[in-house]
């Protein structure tokens, strides 16, 4: 992606990894074991942090790259982010202070200025046709000076139906590009899905694309004292040059409704959505999710290293219904 230098100076990228689910991914690849999703390769040649990691380096300068991870799983992740700055790194002790992690490397960002631009890209998912993903980016990057919210989400429309997904309820935006994100539902029934993507909703990927004012004053707006005390820590990282760590007690103190605010989801956190078609997204939400990706990548693999010995072999290994399953 080339954008114009002085665009790209003000680019940042926040990649999540430390977003886990109860999902723990079996590696196709032999002699690895098990790993949380999100450092498993799925059939690849790479881990999936690895490939949210290189997303990464084509939205913002490595100097303005950010991670948040878990110390707990420090074995996985460290050797992929060896190129970020330890002030960049955002570390939590447990999955309860993974939203904290990311609203203080999102404050550190909008202390620069507020009018960065940040990329927020979850390691938890798997793309089939990186190429889509890799324009839909382009595309929320390049409309979001005309987006009154001030921040551009990806929803992803696929043919099959998505497997314990979370999906966003969207409408026609009166003015500018993109579509108006009416509400968020939370990994519904298969049944609830169906209805909803009848009614034109799409798959919540979790990538988003905003100023880092627009984040910081959603903050602030539900708990200013929030604000100052990771203001503070991050700060603190940066002038000492060491990670920033959020213990788990400061995770205690904030109140729920609080902690969904950091979600950023609608209607609450406004926003446009970007549909992008085609891209087999999966969330990698549930266990189930995660086997239907695994098994795709098996046979997908086979497929490409089994020898062709006749014409029609090779007929059947693009046009074979296995091809198509998270198209």
């Known amino acids: 992606m080339k954008m114009p230098s002085h665009l790209h100076n003000s680019n940042w990228c926040i990649v999540v990894a430390d977003d886990h689910g109860p999902e723990w991914a079996p590696t196709v690849q032999l002699g690895e074991k098990p790993s949380p999703a999100q450092y498993s390769r799925l059939g690849g040649?790479?881990?999936?942090?690895?490939?949210?990691?290189?997303?990464?380096?084509?939205?913002?300068?490595?100097?303005?790259?950010?991670?948040?991870?878990?110390?707990?799983?420090r074995e996985y992740w460290e050797p992929s982010v060896w190129?970020?700055?330890?002030?960049?790194?955002?570390?939590?002790?447990?999955?309860?202070?993974?939203?904290?992690?990311?609203?203080?490397?999102?404050?550190?960002?909008?202390?620069?200025?507020?009018?960065?631009?940040?990329?927020i890209l979850p390691a938890r998912c798997y793309v089939a046709q990186e190429w889509i993903l890799r324009a839909?980016?382009?595309?929320?990057?390049?409309?979001?000076?005309?987006?009154?919210?001030?921040?551009?989400?990806?929803?992803?429309?696929?043919?099959?139906?998505?497997?314990?997904?979370d999906y966003l309820a969207v409408t026609r935006a009166r003015t500018g590009a993109g579509l108006t994100v009416l509400g968020f539902a939370r990994r519904p029934t298969s049944w609830t899905a169906r209805l909803l993507v009848q009614q034109g909703a799409m798959i919540a990927s979790g990538i988003m694309i905003g100023y880092a004012g627009v984040f910081a004053a959603h903050i602030s707006k539900h708990w200013p004292g929030l604000t100052q005390i990771l203001a503070r820590m991050s700060a603190a990282a940066a002038a000492a040059g060491s990670e920033c760590e959020v213990p788990m007690d400061l995770r205690r103190g904030v109140p729920s409704p609080t902690m969904k605010s950091l979600r950023w989801n609608p209607p609450m956190f406004p926003q446009r959505a970007i549909p992008v078609m085609g891209s087999g997204w999966s969330?990698?939400?549930?266990q189930r999710a995660v086997g239907r990706v695994t098994t795709y990548s098996t046979i997908a693999n086979t497929l490409v290293n089994q020898p062709l010995q006749d014409p029609n072999l090779a007929a059947a290994s693009v046009d074979g219904d296995s091809c198509h399953s998270l198209r």
């Open 136 to 165: 839909a980016l382009e595309r929320a990057l390049s409309i979001l000076p005309g987006v009154r919210e001030g921040v551009v989400t990806l929803a992803m429309v696929d043919i099959d139906e998505g497997i314990d997904e």
């Open 283 to 286: 969330g990698l939400r549930s």
């Open 83 to 119: 190129y970020v700055r330890p002030e960049n790194r955002f570390v939590g002790e447990n999955r309860a202070t993974s939203l904290l992690t990311g609203a203080a490397a999102l404050l550190s960002i909008a202390q620069l200025s507020p009018s960065n631009v940040v990329t």
């Open 45 to 73: 040649s790479s881990t999936l942090l690895q490939r949210t990691m290189r997303r990464a380096a084509r939205m913002a300068p490595p100097s303005q790259v950010m991670i948040t991870a878990l110390d707990e799983y």
